[in-house]
């Protein structure tokens, strides 16, 4: 799956869990309570700023790549 920045180029990434390999992409991506599970990866594509705030797991198995 993929999520991608509106036309203001920010995203908020919230509330999620992820349980497939998907990947967010935009100039700032704000993100808080996220479960990485499954086995799943998680890319961010930021070309500016991420907040990763409080509320945030990866199960081991899983990947998380931050990647400018």
């Known amino acids: 799956a993929v999520t991608k920045a509106s036309n203001n180029c920010s995203v908020s990434f919230v509330n999620q869990s992820v349980t497939a390999n998907h990947l967010v992409s935009g100039c700032d991506i ?3 309570n ?3 599970s499954n086995g799943a990866t998680l890319t961010f594509s930021p070309t500016e700023l991420i907040t990763i705030n409080p509320g945030f797991t990866v199960d081991a198995g899983c990947q ?3 990647s400018y």
């Open 30 to 32: 704000f993100v808080e």
């Open 34 to 36: 996220v479960y990485v």
């Open 64 to 66: 998380l790549i931050i």
